[in-house]
């Protein structure tokens, strides 16, 4: 709580537990910090490509795709 949010924190969701990682140990885990610091990445490129989609969308071109 508090690292994007005053309002409200993140959630992660897990994979069902298959076995016991060897390679990595729990000093290796992600912090809550770091956890934000994806969403807000993740969040600026989200961001990023509305602005992208939204000029596509005002200027009538369609972004570079290829017709054919």
Known sequence: MGLV??????SM????FIK????KGIDEASTGRE?????ELQNAAA???LAVAE??????????????
């Open 5 to 10: 949010s005053d309002e409200r924190g993140l």
């Open 13 to 16: 969701r897990f994979p069902r």
């Open 20 to 23: 016991v990682r060897e390679d």
């Open 35 to 39: 956890l934000a610091r994806m969403w």
């Open 47 to 49: 961001g990023a490509d």
């Open 55 to 68: 000029e596509a969308t005002v200027d009538g071109s369609d972004g570079g795709a290829i017709d054919g």
